[in-house]
């Protein structure tokens, strides 16, 4: 079987757990004709870098893919259907990266070196005198 890796941006009007549906319906069709998904990351709703069919955002999701070709023909073609789904592209690969991806590992990395906000009641009562 062929390694793919396939990236689907859906409508920004459906609510994060229809995007997550989407893939789940992706991952019944390959797996219903003997591919196997891999990995599936959800990116979230994320801006557009231009309009696609008067849309400015999109949820964003990332499959690796094992699967025969007629199996990703077939996602493809429903995909196609969809009025939910904005674009998608799948690529052949020689080997799955099942790491995690840049674009969540980024999101990973700004949450840990963010420092801790003090809570509002934290700060000595003389800060607020002094400023």
Do not use: C
């Not at 991806?101 to 000595?124: C, H, K, N, Y």
Request: glycine share 4%; hydrophobic share 35%; aromatic share 6%.
């Amino acid at each position: 079987m062929a390694l793919y890796e396939h990236v689907l941006i859906a409508r920004q009007d459906i609510s994060p757990q229809q995007a997550e549906q989407l893939n789940e319906d992706m991952k019944a069709i390959i797996e219903g004709l003997g591919g196997h998904i891999a990995k599936i990351e959800y990116w979230g709703l994320r801006n557009l870098t231009y309009r696609i069919k008067k849309n400015r955002k999109g949820h964003y999701s990332l499959m690796a893919i094992d699967a025969p070709a007629p199996a990703v023909k077939e996602m493809e073609r429903q995909l196609s259907i969809n009025e939910d789904v904005l674009r998608y592209m799948t690529v052949r690969v020689e080997e799955l990266d099942l790491e995690l991806s840049p674009v969540l590992a980024r999101r990973d990395r700004d949450r840990s070196d963010r420092p801790e906000r003090p809570e509002r009641g934290d700060r000595p009562r003389e800060d607020f005198a002094a400023a």
